[in-house]
């Protein structure tokens, strides 16, 4: 059975680098087309994706956020990090992690609400 | 960058009656093999987003059979045969047909 969660800080200071994990378990990023994608959800707004990383290395990201993310994974821990720099207001959202294999995100995580504020 | 427009906004539905709900693409996402990049999701009151269609016209595993997909190239549909109490929340299509990867607006669907 898949299942994913997401970890990290609920408040963050605009300015600050936001840091959240994706720990999963159920299948393996070292399983050919399996991906770890990332989407945000400001609250009572649309879903934005932000970032995919493939378990061949393959990372894409959300060109207008490019600049500011980071993907990375923990293949011992089965974990995906994902790194957002220069957190303002407008980041504040929901962040979901989930798994993606062929076309669809088929298995999500709960999400975590992250709140931008001083 | 592909814009994804979705219609309508919002859509107030009798149990037992259909509904539709349309997805747009500014470029086809019809892949040369064959498929259409195009996922429908349903995100009920206070959870995650749940895949319902996936490459245009699948039907992800558990989802009912009064959910159906159709359309090619740009103009997507999303179908419920019947509407049940259970199928309110809000609707997106996705396009993964290249990146970025695009959600549409959101449709709201509840009962009347």
């Known amino acids: ?118 | 960058e592909i814009v994804m427009t979705q219609s309508p906004m919002s859509l107030a539905v009798t149990p037992g009656e259909p509904a539709s709900i349309s997805c747009r693409s500014s470029q086809s996402l019809l892949h040369s093999n064959g498929f259409n990049y195009l996922d429908w999701y349903l995100q009920k009151p206070g959870q995650s987003p749940q895949l319902l269609i996936y490459l245009g016209s699948n039907r992800a595993s558990g989802v009912p059979d009064r959910f159906s997909g159709s359309g090619s190239g740009t103009d997507f549909t999303l179908k419920i045969r019947r509407v049940e109490a259970e199928d309110v929340g809000v609707y997106f299509c996705l396009q993964t047909r290249q990146p970025p990867l695009i959600f549409g607006g959101g449709t709201r669907v509840e009962i009347k």
């Open chain 1, 1 to 118: 059975q898949i299942t994913l969660k997401e970890s990290g800080p609920t408040l963050v200071k605009p300015t600050q680098t936001l840091t959240l994990t994706c720990t999963f378990s159920g299948f393996s990023l070292t399983t050919e087309r399996a991906g770890v994608g990332w989407i945000r959800q400001p609250p009572g707004k649309a879903l934005e994706w932000l970032a995919l990383f493939y378990g061949d290395d393959d990372k894409i990201y959300s060109p207008s956020l490019r600049s500011r993310l980071t993907i990375t994974k923990d293949t011992s821990n089965n974990q995906v990090v994902l790194k957002l720099t220069n957190m303002a207001p407008v980041d504040t959202g929901t962040y979901y992690c989930a798994h993606k294999i062929n076309s669809g995100f088929d298995y999500w995580g709960p999400g975590t609400l992250v709140t931008v504020s001083s």
